[in-house]
């Protein structure tokens, strides 16, 4: 044992402090103080990436934990890529389960802003087409068509009723117009009740009132048939109708589409293929709209994009 002086009693920090004046020239701690183990999990922890990890940490208030914790995670986030941005869509297979996009980041706006700029530019577009003269005269033509050969249909079938001594005349049914098959007896047409009528008066025989009911019966079933033939076709006319509209407007919406795709990139192919054939199947109620008097902004909502997450701003 020994007696200690006095200098052996002195704690003293020369060696270990940086050379300053103030303290103010000094920078802020940012890890725990004395937890050298504790930072070292830390850094651990945050290298893991993996689903079912996480980290918890405690201790005393002011110790230094939070400002730690923000310290290594802006040091690693900042080594890392920049998240990408997450946005929802219309999904046209299953419109009751939105679509969500990951896009890179600050491409959400971007994708946002490009389907708005798009549909403003269909509805000022695809009305003008219908406007144009070759538009209305190639339309013209498909309709003129049909017509023609449903009149000479309806006019081939007068004739051979006429030659059967029965004449084809319209007649109205409470609100509705029907066609019939009347015959004409002594140049006057008349109706299967008034030829009774006459057969039973003796103006007509029995035998020429048989020969008449089976002869309009005959002519009804011919001209039934008819119109079954001639429904169908309009229903053809319908789908030329279709076809052509969709080839005139159809190339418009790809060419309009193709754009945003060239803008954003990829993550919005299948989207956007998608939105394609549902335009195409619903070219209709798509035109129609297109056509009204809203505004552009209150057109297809299922053409919009909700970003939910813009990374526009954010670095690592």
Do not use: W
Not at 97 to 123: C, E, I, N, Y
Not at 284 to 292: E, T, V
């Amino acid at each position: 044992m020994r007696k200690l002086s006095v200098e052996d009693l002195q704690f003293k920090l020369d060696n270990m402090l940086p050379e300053f004046d103030t303290t103010e020239e000094l920078e802020a701690a940012t890890e725990i103080v004395g937890q050298p183990k504790a930072v070292e999990a830390l850094k651990f922890g945050l290298s893991i990436h993996h689903d079912g990890y996480n980290i918890f940490v405690t201790g005393l208030s002011g110790t230094g934990r939070m400002t730690t914790l923000e310290s290594l995670l802006a040091q690693y986030s900042s080594q890392k890529e920049t998240p990408p941005d997450i946005c929802f869509v219309h999904n046209f297979n299953d419109p009751v389960q939105p679509r969500v996009l990951f896009l890179p980041a600050g491409t959400g706006k971007t994708f946002a802003s490009a389907m708005r700029d798009m549909v403003k530019d269909l509805k000022d577009r695809i009305p003008a087409i219908f406007e144009d003269q070759g538009y209305k005269d190639q339309t013209k033509k498909i309709i003129s068509s049909a017509a023609a050969h449903e009149n000479e249909e309806l006019v081939a079938f007068e004739k051979q009723a006429s030659e059967q001594g029965f004449k084809m005349v319209t007649q109205r049914t409470g609100n509705a117009l029907q066609a019939d098959v009347l015959p004409v007896i002594g140049e006057q047409v008349v109706s299967i009740e008034d030829a009774r009528s006459l057969a039973a008066t003796g103006k007509i025989t029995e035998a020429d009132l048989k020969e008449i009911i089976a002869n309009r019966d005959e002519l009804m079933e011919q001209f039934n048939k008819l119109l079954v033939e001639l429904e169908k076709e309009k229903a053809t006319l319908n789908d030329r109708l279709k076809t052509f509209n969709k080839k005139v407007v159809m190339p418009v919406v790809s060419g309009c589409i193709r754009r945003v795709k060239e803008l954003i990139g990829n993550g919005i192919t299948e989207h956007l293929d998608e939105m394609v054939a549902f335009i195409e199947e619903h070219i209709y109620p798509f035109l129609d709209a297109l056509n009204s008097d809203a505004r552009a902004e209150d057109l297809f909502p299922e053409f919009s994009v909700n970003v939910a997450v813009d990374n526009g701003c954010t670095e690592g």
